[in-house]
Protein backbone atom coordinates (compact mmCIF):
# COMPACT_ATOMS: atom_id res chain seq x y z
CA UNK A 1 0.00 0.00 0.00
CA UNK A 2 1.37 3.59 -0.81
CA UNK A 3 1.18 6.02 2.14
CA UNK A 4 2.42 8.79 0.34
CA UNK A 5 5.51 8.58 2.12
CA UNK A 6 8.83 10.00 0.77
CA UNK A 7 11.77 8.58 1.27
CA UNK A 8 14.51 10.63 0.29
CA UNK A 9 15.48 14.10 1.90
CA UNK A 10 13.39 16.86 0.82
CA UNK A 11 13.52 20.57 1.76
CA UNK A 12 10.09 21.88 2.65
CA UNK A 13 8.61 25.62 3.87
CA UNK A 14 5.82 25.99 5.91
CA UNK A 15 4.44 29.43 6.22
CA UNK A 16 2.96 30.03 10.18
CA UNK A 17 4.44 26.37 11.03
CA UNK A 18 4.39 27.33 15.09
CA UNK A 19 0.72 26.22 16.01
CA UNK A 20 -2.05 24.54 14.98
CA UNK A 21 -2.13 23.59 11.07
CA UNK A 22 1.08 24.70 10.09
CA UNK A 23 2.94 22.65 13.43
CA UNK A 24 1.26 19.83 12.63
CA UNK A 25 2.33 19.89 9.21
CA UNK A 26 5.57 20.35 10.31
CA UNK A 27 5.80 17.79 12.95
CA UNK A 28 4.72 15.03 9.49
CA UNK A 29 6.51 16.25 7.06
CA UNK A 30 10.08 15.78 8.82
CA UNK A 31 8.59 12.13 10.09
CA UNK A 32 8.39 11.65 6.11
CA UNK A 33 11.87 12.54 5.58
CA UNK A 34 11.58 16.22 4.71
CA UNK A 35 13.95 18.90 6.02
CA UNK A 36 11.92 21.32 7.15
CA UNK A 37 11.52 25.23 7.06
CA UNK A 38 8.91 27.29 8.79
CA UNK A 39 7.79 30.75 9.42
CA UNK A 40 6.53 32.75 12.66
CA UNK A 41 5.55 35.78 12.94
CA UNK A 42 5.53 36.39 16.57
CA UNK A 43 5.48 33.51 19.64
CA UNK A 44 9.41 32.09 19.42
CA UNK A 45 8.61 29.87 22.49
CA UNK A 46 6.04 28.37 20.23
CA UNK A 47 8.14 28.10 17.27
CA UNK A 48 11.04 26.80 19.36
CA UNK A 49 8.98 24.31 20.74
CA UNK A 50 7.95 22.73 17.39
CA UNK A 51 11.98 22.78 16.04
CA UNK A 52 12.66 20.80 19.64
CA UNK A 53 9.83 18.50 18.78
CA UNK A 54 10.79 17.91 15.38
CA UNK A 55 15.08 17.16 15.82
CA UNK A 56 14.13 15.40 19.34
CA UNK A 57 11.89 12.62 16.63
CA UNK A 58 15.17 12.51 14.36
CA UNK A 59 14.28 15.07 12.22
CA UNK A 60 15.58 18.23 10.81
CA UNK A 61 13.70 21.88 10.97
CA UNK A 62 14.75 25.47 11.54
CA UNK A 63 12.08 28.51 12.41
CA UNK A 64 12.87 31.99 10.59
CA UNK A 65 10.99 35.12 12.13
CA UNK A 66 8.90 36.89 9.56
CA UNK A 67 5.95 37.85 7.94
CA UNK A 68 4.70 36.80 4.94
CA UNK A 69 3.58 40.11 4.12
CA UNK A 70 6.53 41.87 3.36
CA UNK A 71 8.60 40.36 0.55
CA UNK A 72 11.63 40.69 1.69
CA UNK A 73 10.90 38.29 4.84
CA UNK A 74 9.46 35.92 2.37
CA UNK A 75 12.76 36.31 0.24
CA UNK A 76 14.91 35.71 3.71
CA UNK A 77 12.68 32.44 4.15
CA UNK A 78 13.41 30.87 0.49
CA UNK A 79 16.70 32.01 0.88
CA UNK A 80 17.47 30.56 4.90
CA UNK A 81 15.83 27.04 3.58
CA UNK A 82 18.00 26.54 0.84
CA UNK A 83 21.08 27.26 2.42
CA UNK A 84 20.62 24.92 4.98
CA UNK A 85 18.50 22.35 3.57
CA UNK A 86 18.98 23.24 -0.25
CA UNK A 87 16.55 24.15 -2.66
CA UNK A 88 13.19 23.60 -1.53
CA UNK A 89 10.68 21.02 -4.01
CA UNK A 90 7.70 22.16 -1.79
CA UNK A 91 5.57 24.80 -0.09
CA UNK A 92 2.93 24.79 2.20
CA UNK A 93 1.37 28.13 2.22
CA UNK A 94 -0.60 28.01 5.83
CA UNK A 95 0.34 31.20 7.21
CA UNK A 96 -3.13 33.31 8.01
CA UNK A 97 -5.09 35.32 10.04
CA UNK A 98 -9.17 35.21 10.61
CA UNK A 99 -9.07 39.56 10.97
CA UNK A 100 -11.55 41.28 12.32
CA UNK A 101 -14.40 39.17 13.91
CA UNK A 102 -18.55 40.45 13.53
CA UNK A 103 -20.31 42.14 11.27
CA UNK A 104 -18.36 43.66 8.08
CA UNK A 105 -20.12 47.14 8.24
CA UNK A 106 -18.36 47.36 12.25
CA UNK A 107 -14.84 46.20 10.58
CA UNK A 108 -11.86 49.03 10.60
CA UNK A 109 -9.96 49.44 7.28
CA UNK A 110 -6.91 48.52 9.21
CA UNK A 111 -8.52 45.23 10.14
CA UNK A 112 -9.53 44.31 6.55
CA UNK A 113 -6.23 45.27 4.94
CA UNK A 114 -4.07 43.29 7.37
CA UNK A 115 -6.01 40.21 6.60
CA UNK A 116 -5.99 40.65 2.80
CA UNK A 117 -2.13 41.57 2.89
CA UNK A 118 -1.21 38.20 4.93
CA UNK A 119 -3.48 35.71 3.49
CA UNK A 120 -3.80 36.86 0.11
CA UNK A 121 -0.80 38.93 -0.53
CA UNK A 122 1.16 36.57 1.45
CA UNK A 123 0.18 33.71 -0.35
CA UNK A 124 1.09 35.01 -3.54
CA UNK A 125 4.24 36.29 -2.49
CA UNK A 126 5.39 32.73 -1.41
CA UNK A 127 4.11 31.29 -4.04
CA UNK A 128 5.65 33.46 -6.69
CA UNK A 129 9.11 33.07 -4.88
CA UNK A 130 8.25 29.12 -4.81
CA UNK A 131 7.86 28.88 -8.71
CA UNK A 132 11.28 31.18 -8.85
CA UNK A 133 13.39 28.43 -6.95
CA UNK A 134 11.36 25.24 -8.23
CA UNK A 135 10.12 25.90 -11.83
CA UNK A 136 12.25 23.81 -14.50
CA UNK A 137 11.61 27.02 -16.35
CA UNK A 138 13.91 29.11 -13.96
CA UNK A 139 16.76 25.52 -13.35
CA UNK A 140 14.69 23.87 -10.63
CA UNK A 141 13.58 20.53 -10.41
CA UNK A 142 10.06 20.85 -9.47
CA UNK A 143 7.81 20.55 -6.46
CA UNK A 144 4.41 20.65 -5.08
CA UNK A 145 3.00 23.75 -3.95
CA UNK A 146 -0.22 23.06 -1.06
CA UNK A 147 -2.01 26.40 0.08
CA UNK A 148 -4.15 25.90 2.60
CA UNK A 149 -7.88 27.71 2.42
CA UNK A 150 -11.14 27.33 3.90
CA UNK A 151 -14.29 26.02 4.19
CA UNK A 152 -15.16 29.81 5.10
CA UNK A 153 -14.44 30.31 1.21
CA UNK A 154 -17.59 28.64 0.68
CA UNK A 155 -19.92 29.33 3.37
CA UNK A 156 -18.83 33.17 3.79
CA UNK A 157 -18.76 33.20 7.08
CA UNK A 158 -21.54 35.80 8.15
CA UNK A 159 -21.48 37.63 10.61
CA UNK A 160 -17.69 36.50 11.38
CA UNK A 161 -15.47 36.77 8.77
CA UNK A 162 -16.25 38.00 5.62
CA UNK A 163 -13.20 39.57 4.94
CA UNK A 164 -11.26 36.27 5.90
CA UNK A 165 -13.55 34.38 3.57
CA UNK A 166 -12.83 36.27 1.07
CA UNK A 167 -9.11 36.26 1.50
CA UNK A 168 -9.66 32.28 1.04
CA UNK A 169 -12.23 32.64 -1.72
CA UNK A 170 -8.78 34.17 -3.50
CA UNK A 171 -6.36 31.41 -2.61
CA UNK A 172 -8.75 28.98 -4.56
CA UNK A 173 -8.79 30.90 -7.46
CA UNK A 174 -4.83 31.52 -7.03
CA UNK A 175 -4.63 27.53 -6.91
CA UNK A 176 -6.56 26.93 -9.93
CA UNK A 177 -4.93 29.73 -12.10
CA UNK A 178 -1.66 29.03 -11.11
CA UNK A 179 -1.62 24.71 -11.33
CA UNK A 180 -2.59 25.91 -15.05
CA UNK A 181 0.65 27.99 -15.47
CA UNK A 182 3.52 26.03 -13.95
CA UNK A 183 1.98 22.45 -14.63
CA UNK A 184 4.59 21.97 -17.79
CA UNK A 185 7.23 23.13 -15.46
CA UNK A 186 6.96 20.61 -12.94
CA UNK A 187 5.15 22.30 -10.41
CA UNK A 188 2.06 20.91 -9.09
CA UNK A 189 -0.47 23.32 -7.11
CA UNK A 190 -3.04 21.95 -4.99
CA UNK A 191 -5.17 23.56 -2.24
CA UNK A 192 -6.49 21.79 1.20
CA UNK A 193 -10.24 23.63 3.07
CA UNK A 194 -10.10 22.69 6.28
CA UNK A 195 -13.55 23.21 8.32
CA UNK A 196 -14.20 23.43 11.83
CA UNK A 197 -10.92 22.03 12.95
CA UNK A 198 -9.42 22.05 17.07
CA UNK A 199 -6.70 24.95 17.01
CA UNK A 200 -5.98 27.83 18.74
CA UNK A 201 -7.86 30.08 15.59
CA UNK A 202 -11.72 29.21 17.09
CA UNK A 203 -10.83 31.23 19.95
CA UNK A 204 -12.47 34.58 19.54
CA UNK A 205 -10.82 37.48 22.47
CA UNK A 206 -14.16 38.35 24.03
CA UNK A 207 -16.16 35.64 22.25
CA UNK A 208 -14.87 32.34 23.35
CA UNK A 209 -14.41 29.30 21.43
CA UNK A 210 -16.72 28.88 18.27
CA UNK A 211 -16.41 24.97 19.03
CA UNK A 212 -18.86 25.78 22.29
CA UNK A 213 -21.45 25.99 19.40
CA UNK A 214 -20.51 24.60 16.32
CA UNK A 215 -19.16 21.23 17.66
CA UNK A 216 -21.65 18.70 16.67
CA UNK A 217 -22.39 20.71 12.78
CA UNK A 218 -19.93 19.08 10.51
CA UNK A 219 -22.24 16.01 9.58
CA UNK A 220 -19.84 13.81 10.59
CA UNK A 221 -20.57 14.73 14.21
CA UNK A 222 -17.60 16.23 15.59
CA UNK A 223 -14.51 18.81 14.94
CA UNK A 224 -11.43 18.02 13.01
CA UNK A 225 -8.09 17.71 14.50
CA UNK A 226 -5.05 19.50 12.84
CA UNK A 227 -3.16 16.02 12.26
CA UNK A 228 -6.33 15.29 9.97
CA UNK A 229 -5.63 18.12 8.12
CA UNK A 230 -1.77 17.67 8.21
CA UNK A 231 -2.34 13.87 6.59
CA UNK A 232 -4.42 15.62 3.14
CA UNK A 233 -1.87 18.32 2.89
CA UNK A 234 1.20 15.64 3.24
CA UNK A 235 -0.71 13.35 0.34
CA UNK A 236 -0.72 16.58 -1.76
CA UNK A 237 3.13 16.76 -1.67
CA UNK A 238 4.17 13.18 -1.89
CA UNK A 239 4.70 11.41 -5.27
CA UNK A 240 1.50 9.53 -4.34
CA UNK A 241 -0.45 12.70 -5.84
CA UNK A 242 1.23 12.87 -8.66
CA UNK A 243 -1.66 13.41 -11.19
CA UNK A 244 -3.34 16.19 -8.43
CA UNK A 245 -2.88 19.48 -9.89
CA UNK A 246 -5.29 22.56 -9.47
CA UNK A 247 -7.31 20.73 -7.18
CA UNK A 248 -9.16 21.88 -3.91
CA UNK A 249 -10.00 19.18 -1.54
CA UNK A 250 -12.12 20.25 1.25
CA UNK A 251 -11.35 18.48 5.08
CA UNK A 252 -13.93 19.67 6.72
CA UNK A 253 -16.53 16.35 7.88
CA UNK A 254 -18.82 17.11 5.35
CA UNK A 255 -19.38 20.77 6.37
Not at 111 to 116: D, K, N, Q, V
Not at 151 to 170: C, D, H, Q, R, W
Request: charged share 20%; proline share 3%; net charge negative.
Amino acid sequence: MDTGMDTGMKSLIVTGGSRGIGAAVAKMAAQRGYAVTFSYIGNADAADATVKAITEAGGQAQAIRGDVAREEDVLALFDAAEARFGRPTGLVNNAGIVGPYGRLDEASAEGIRRTLDIDVLGAILCAREAVRRMSTRHGGSGGSIVNVGSMAAVLGSPNEFITYAAAKGAVDSMTIGLAREVGKEGIRVNCVRPGLIDTEIQVIPGHGSRLDALASTPPIGRPGSADEVAESVLWLLSDAASYVTGAILNVSGGR
